[in-house]
C-alpha cells in the first residue's frame, strides 16, 4: 500500500505529540531559553515536514528531530558570535557571557530527559507569567497541542493565543527565570502553581465556562495526561499524586454526567455501572499512592478522598457521609472557606438528618461571599423541605431560582418551589 | 481517545513457557515509557488459553466449552488500553514496541458518543463538584 503525504503528516503530527515536549525540554536546558527551544523545535518540525514525505519517517524519529534541532542550534550560536565580533562594543564582558552559554550539547543530550520535563513544567507554570499564559504555554510546550487547538479549546481567537504564548515566552526571557526546579521554601508554593494550571485546564474541560457544551473532554484528557505525566517525574510528591486521584475519579464520572436528553444528571442519581472502572481504579490507586507518603493530606488528597468515597460506594446509600463530613471539616482547617463549609453542611445532614445540616447552614446566613449564592438558598430550602418547613422552604428555592444564572437549573428550583405548595413527597 | 492494542498468542505463549529475561526486560522498559508519558492506562498479560474456556451461546443453549483452543494466532495473550490523540499516535508508540515476530492489533474504543452537549444543573448534591470550582477561583 502506497505511503500518502496525508499519512505521513498524520505520522509526523503524532511523532511530534509523542516527542516535542521532550524535545523542547532538552533543548531548553542547552539554551538556556524555553522560547528558543520552541523555535529550535519547530525549525525542526518544519524540516521533517519538508524532508519526510520524501525519503520517509526514519526509525527515530524522535533521536532525528533532536539532531536537526542541535544543528540548528549551533548555527545560531555561531552567527550570534559572528554578530558579536562585528559588534566589539557591545563588549568582552557580553563575550564572555555568550562563551559560557554556548552548550555542551552532546553531553546534554545523553542526561536524562525527565529532569528537563519537570523543568519546563516548573517553567511553563511560573508565577511570573499570567494564569491565561501559564495554561497556553503548558499546553502547548507540554502537552504538544497546536494554537490552534489551545483556541478551539478556550473559544477564543488564534490570534490570542498566539499573542499570548508569544509574550510568555519573553516575559520568561525578560525575568531571567532560570531553567530548573525549584527547592528549598520555593519549590512547594511552585509546585502548587503547576497543579493548579493542570487542574484549571481539566475543570475547563469538566465543567466549561464558555460555550455551548458543558464538558470538553479531550481537555480533561490533556490534562490527566499532564497530572501522569507529574506524578512519574515528582513521585515523591503526595499532591501530585491527589491531584491524578481527584482527575481520575472526577473524569470517571464523565459519561454518567449526562443523561440521554442531554440533561445534567446529580452525583447521586447516575448510574454507577457508567462510571469508568479503570479510571476510578486508577484514581484510588492514587489516592493510596498519595496517603503512603505519609504526613497530613493536603487539599487535592483531601478532595480526591472525598471523592473516592463516592466511587467506593456501589450505590448512593452506601455512600460513607460521616467520612464524609470529616474530610471537608479537615478542608476547611487547611482552605477555610463558607463554600467548604456549605458543603460539610450538605454531608452532615446526610450523615446525621437534615436538623443538623440546618444548623451548620444557618450559621452561614451572615456570610457575605455567599450572598449572591444560589446554593446557599438552595441547600438551605432542600434542608427546610426535608423538615416539613415548607413555607420558609418555599421562600428559600424562590431566591435560589432569582439568583441562579443557569436556565436549566432555574427551572428545577421553579419545581421544588411548586412542590412546597403539595407537601412532603 | 483510547485504543486497545491486543497482543496475540504464540506457541511459547500457549505453552506456558515464560518470555525470557531479556525480552521482559525491553517489555518492562517500553511499559515505563508509556506510563511516563502518560499513555498507559491499563494493561494485563494472559495466561494460556489451556487454563481459560469459552461458553458456547445457541439459542437458549449453553455449552461449555474447557480450553486449550486449536487456533494459537487467534488467541489474545494480552492487552494495553492507551490514551491517546490520533490512531497515529497509537501506531506511532506501538511501533516501538519491542516485538520481533508477531502482528499486534490496534482496536479503537468506543466512547464520547455519550457526551451530549447540555447545561450544567443539580450541582446541589454533587459536592466535590462544587468544591472544586471553589479551590480553583479562591487562587
Wanted: proline share 5%.
Amino acid at each position: 500500500m502506497a505511503v500518502t503525504a496525508t499519512d505521513t503528516h498524520r505520522t509526523i503530527e503524532a511523532v511530534w505529540r509523542i516527542e516535542s515536549a521532550r524535545l523542547i525540554a532538552g533543548l531548553a536546558r542547552m539554551v538556556r531559553d524555553v522560547g528558543l527551544a520552541e523555535d529550535l523545535a519547530q525549525d525542526a518540525l518544519v524540516a521533517a515536514l519538508e524532508r519526510w514525505p520524501e525519503s520517509g519517517v526514519p526509525d527515530k524519529p524522535g533521536a532525528w528531530l533532536m539532531a536537526t534541532a542541535k544543528r540548528r542550534a549551533i548555527d545560531r550560536f555561531r552567527r550570534g558570535k559572528l554578530a558579536e565580533r562585528k559588534h566589539q562594543e557591545l563588549g568582552r564582558e557580553i563575550e564572555a557571557q555568550r562563551e559560557m552559554a554556548v552548550p555542551d550539547l552532546d553531553a546534554a543530550i545523553d542526561d536524562d530527559i525527565g529532569d528537563d520535563l519537570l523543568r519546563l513544567m516548573f517553567t511553563t507554570c511560573h508565577p511570573v507569567l499570567s494564569t491565561e499564559a501559564r495554561v497556553a504555554l503548558t499546553l502547548r510546550l507540554l502537552g504538544g497541542l497546536t494554537t490552534a487547538e489551545i483556541a478551539r479549546a478556550f473559544l477564543v481567537p488564534e490570534a490570542t493565543v498566539a499573542q499570548r504564548i508569544v509574550r510568555a515566552k519573553r516575559t520568561l526571557a525578560e525575568a531571567g527565570v532560570p531553567f530548573e526546579v525549584p527547592r528549598g521554601p520555593e519549590r512547594a508554593s511552585r509546585l502548587s502553581s503547576v497543579l493548579e494550571v493542570i487542574y484549571l485546564i481539566f475543570n475547563e474541560g469538566y465543567s466549561a465556562t464558555a460555550g455551548d457544551d458543558w464538558v470538553r473532554p479531550a481537555l480533561c484528557e490533556d490534562a490527566l495526561r499532564l497530572g501522569r505525566i507529574l506524578a512519574r517525574l515528582a513521585p515523591e510528591e503526595p499532591e501530585v499524586h491527589g491531584l491524578v486521584a481527584l482527575m481520575e475519579i472526577q473524569a470517571s464520572r464523565l459519561r454518567a454526567r449526562v443523561g440521554p436528553a442531554g440533561e445534567p444528571v446529580l452525583l447521586l442519581d447516575q448510574d454507577r455501572g457508567r462510571w469508568d472502572h479503570v479510571l476510578v481504579r486508577r484514581g484510588l490507586e492514587a489516592l493510596e499512592c498519595a496517603q503512603s507518603l505519609g504526613g497530613e493530606l493536603g487539599p487535592y488528597a483531601l478532595q480526591a478522598a472525598i471523592a473516592a468515597c463516592h466511587a467506593r460506594a456501589r450505590t448512593g446509600a452506601e455512600t460513607d457521609w460521616a467520612r464524609i463530613a470529616g474530610l471537608y471539616e479537615a478542608l476547611g482547617r487547611l482552605t477555610p472557606s463558607p463554600v467548604v463549609e456549605l458543603n460539610r453542611a450538605v454531608a452532615v445532614a446526610m450523615a446525621n438528618g437534615p436538623r443538623a445540616g440546618l444548623e451548620l447552614v444557618d450559621r452561614l446566613a451572615s456570610e457575605p461571599a455567599l450572598e449572591r449564592y444560589h446554593l446557599l438558598p438552595s441547600v438551605r430550602g432542600d434542608l427546610l423541605f426535608k423538615l416539613g418547613r415548607l413555607d420558609e422552604a418555599r421562600t428559600e428555592f424562590q431566591r435560589a431560582a432569582s439568583l441562579t444564572r443557569n436556565a436549566r437549573e432555574r427551572t428545577l428550583l421553579l419545581e421544588r418551589v411548586a412542590a412546597c405548595a403539595e407537601g412532603p413527597r | 481517545m483510547r485504543f486497545m492494542v491486543i497482543v496475540k498468542a504464540n506457541k511459547d505463549s500457549e505453552a506456558g513457557v515464560l518470555p525470557d529475561e531479556k525480552i521482559l526486560a525491553d517489555m518492562q522498559k517500553f511499559n515505563e515509557e508509556l506510563a511516563k508519558a502518560g499513555v498507559l492506562l491499563a494493561g494485563e498479560g494472559l495466561q494460556a488459553s489451556s487454563k481459560g474456556a469459552r461458553v458456547r451461546f445457541s439459542g437458549g443453549k449453553r455449552t461449555v466449552i474447557d480450553g486449550p483452543f486449536a487456533e494459537t494466532k487467534e488467541l489474545v495473550a494480552g492487552f494495553w488500553l492507551w490514551q491517546v490523540k490520533s490512531k497515529a499516535e497509537a501506531i506511532e508508540w506501538l511501533k516501538r514496541a519491542p516485538f520481533e515476530d508477531t502482528e499486534v492489533e490496534i482496536r479503537q474504543v468506543f466512547e464520547t458518543e455519550d457526551f451530549a452537549p447540555s447545561d450544567p444543573t443539580g450541582k446541589l448534591r454533587a459536592a466535590e463538584e462544587r468544591l472544586r470550582q471553589q479551590v480553583t477561583s479562591k487562587r
